[in-house]
Structures are given as C-alpha cells and as structure tokens.
C-alpha cells in the first residue's frame, strides 16, 4: 500500500514531469499532446505503480519480465488496467510471458524474436504493437538490430499475424550527442513508415535526453527517475 506521503511526491513528480514534456515540444512547435509518457516502474514496488495509475498514468514501463510478470498480475487482480510497455532486451524463452501481459514491446531487434513473440501472441489470443530497436551506433550488444536491417525486420513484423507494426526504438548510445543520435533515429523511422504509412511512433529519450528526443520527433518518451524518483542498484 502507498502511503499518503508518497502518493503525493508522485503527483508531484508526475505533474512535473507533464510540464517539462509539454514545455520541450512547445520548444520543438509540436503540439503538446504529441508526446506520450511512459513511466518506468522497473525496481519499483507494485504499490507505486497501482498509485500511477490511479494519478491518471496509464502508461507503465517494465524492462524485466521476472519483475514484470508478476507486477502485471497484482495489478491485474486489483481491477488496475494500466497499458503496459515491455522495454528492455528479450530473450526468445521469455516471450510467451511477456506476450501475456504487454502490449507494446518496444525491443524487437532481431526476427527470431518477432517470430518467437507472434507465436506467443497468436498463442495467447492477443495481438502485440511491436517496435524496431535500432542499434543506432552497430553495437548490437547493447540490443538493437543494425541501422542497415531496420526495413527488413519491419518488414517481417508487419507480415506476422498477430505483431502491430508501430514504429521504432532506440538508446542514444554513450558518448553520442544525442541530437545526432536522435536525427539518425529519424531516418530509421522513416525507412520504417516505408514498410507501413501507419508505424509512426518513435520510442526515445530517457530522463537525461528526452527533451533531444522529442526535438527530434520522438512520440513516446521512456521516463522513470523523473516520476519515480532515484532507484536502488539493481541486483
């Protein structure tokens, strides 16, 4: 259960963080509802992200399924709705769980993991909204397919039966402005809306460059300091 005290810094928080996103595409003369926020609850308890979603945010964050999963169903079996969005690295084996509860999985980087994720979704009776993570510097790491197969993949998740293709992910890479980083993301949005008109979102920009990001064209941004407020090391 949330304390008093700390549903009020969430409101807080949240409602600062509204005016900064609103603020930053007033900046870049985009409307100021063009922008959607996704709070990231990783590392958080089930109890602030219910808090979220009573404050009004329905779009919650996750990055591990182990953490998710579970989120999820407490959420769940509270009568809670929130849209949840899968944004971290996926392995193929963690698909059906995922596609139990997402509906958006903004880390589809390879076409294994598409395949993997269709069958899940088509297994479950659910379709999927699938975003391309692009590796914007090679490095795939890190995640992320190469700049190079960014169509083909979008073209592979907009031919699955039960895969929504809507657009593109990415991190700026470490020590990238990210200006260019997000200008290159840009490109690859548009090679994606070649493949389908429609897949016009682009998922970018955390707590430290989102303002670049929604400059850039960016319509979702992937936030969970500014709600939520500094994290404990991840073990």
Known sequence: M???????????NLNRTREAIVAASSDAGRASDSVR????TKT???????????LGQADLGENRDQEAAPKAAELAAQGREPVWHFVGRLQRNKARSVASYAHWVHSVDRVPLADALDAAATAHGRRLNALVQVSLDGDVSRGGTP??????LAERIAAAPSLVLKGVMAVAPLGWEPGKAFALLAECA???????????????????DFAAAIAAGATMVRLGRNVLGEREPMA
Do not use: Y
């Open 37 to 40: 926020l996704i709070a990231v």
């Open 44 to 54: 958080f308890p089930a109890a602030d992200a219910a808090a979220l979603v009573d």
């Open 190 to 208: 548009e090679k994606v809306r070649s493949v389908d008109p429609a897949a016009a979102e682009v998922s970018a920009g955390m707590s430290g």
């Open 147 to 152: 700049v190079a197969e960014v169509e083909a």
């Open 2 to 12: 949330t304390t008093r005290s700390r549903r009020d810094q969430l409101q807080d």
